[in-house]
């Protein structure tokens, strides 16, 4: 797996950056900060990180996006500081931080829901199980009518929609329906580039089917929520890399600011508990 990692805002003098002045020549805080994990996560680290640079700008922040499983490995591995991830360590994973290691806490800081929908034009659909919503959007062999999904539903044709692949919405979908390893949607479906185009593309057909963040479902728009796949979002912070005050530093800034920065692609900022905020923001 490649790990795909963009360097955020290095600032190279006092006269770049997005920091201002005063902050630059005050600020002493150095070192790197090396993040990667889930696509799903990859907004919402950015503007993390794009803050946390403007104020620290002599310290290195890189944030990739290469998945949950890569990203895990290299944090095991003690290769990055924070992973950044849409599920929880498996017991493989567990056993490979025991063998390396590498101690670790975990934050959990968001919560995001995707809503499978279907036109309000829709006479047949009320609800869908889980296992439905898997059958209709699995890579092999996908149903190409409703009755293949219950043969009490009609014999017409399924109209899927849905994001881009690599978009966090369909990541989502895709990990919470068939899990963390290589997941993987049907690839016949109508793309559209936002949640307004996929509600109209759905509200055009009595037999389309799609799915958005249920934070971005709104109200008029001519479909409904026919079933939600809700996810937890984490952060794992290596206990090694916590002792180095650039980690640190970034830690309690995330936690300590407002949920409007700690929340993108219809996640839900989880505020954390009393006690995980007073060991990640004391001095």
């Given at each position: 797996m490649v790990v795909v990692a963009t360097l955020v805002g290095i600032v190279a003098s006092d006269g770049g950056g997005s920091g201002n002045g005063r902050t630059r020549k005050r600020d002493a805080l150095t070192g790197a900060v090396r993040i990667d994990g889930a696509a799903a996560m990859r907004n919402i680290v950015d503007r993390a990180a794009r803050r946390f640079q403007s104020r620290h700008p002599d310290v290195r922040v890189t944030v990739g996006a290469s998945g949950d499983e890569s990203a895990l490995a290299l944090f095991c591995a003690g290769e990055i500081d924070v992973a950044a991830t849409a599920r929880r360590l498996d017991r493989s994973e567990r056993r490979a931080c025991r063998s390396a290691g590498t101690t670790y806490s975990e934050i959990v800081v968001a919560r995001a829901e995707i809503a499978i929908i279907v036109s309000e034009r829709n006479p047949f659909v009320n609800d869908l199980s889980l296992n439905e919503v898997r059958s209709i959007w699995r890579r092999v062999a996908p149903p190409t009518s409703w009755a293949e999904v219950d043969p009490r539903l009609p014999a017409v044709p399924i109209e899927p929609v849905g994001w881009k692949p690599d978009s966090p919405p369909a990541t989502m979908l895709a990990e919470?329906?068939?899990?963390?390893?290589?997941?993987?949607?049907?690839?016949?479906y109508q793309v559209a580039d936002d949640a307004t185009e996929l509600s109209r593309a759905v509200t055009s057909s009595p037999n389309a089917i799609g799915f958005v963040p249920l934070t971005q479902?709104?109200?008029?728009?001519?479909?409904?929520?026919?079933?939600?796949?809700?996810?937890?979002?984490?952060?794992?912070?290596?206990?090694?890399?916590?002792?180095?005050?650039?980690?640190?530093?970034?830690?309690?800034?995330?936690?300590?600011?407002?949920?409007?920065?700690?929340?993108?692609?219809?996640?839900?900022?989880?505020?954390?508990?009393?006690?995980?905020?007073?060991?990640?923001?004391?001095?």
């Open positions: 919470g329906l068939f899990g963390p390893v290589d997941p993987l949607l049907r690839d016949d479902l709104k109200p008029d728009s001519g479909v409904r929520a026919v079933s939600t796949l809700p996810r937890h979002l984490y952060l794992e912070v290596s206990a090694t890399s916590l002792r180095k005050p650039e980690i640190r530093r970034f830690v309690r800034e995330y936690l300590s600011d407002p949920p409007r920065i700690r929340v993108s692609d219809g996640a839900v900022a989880i505020e954390p508990s009393h006690r995980v905020h007073r060991k990640f923001t004391r001095p």
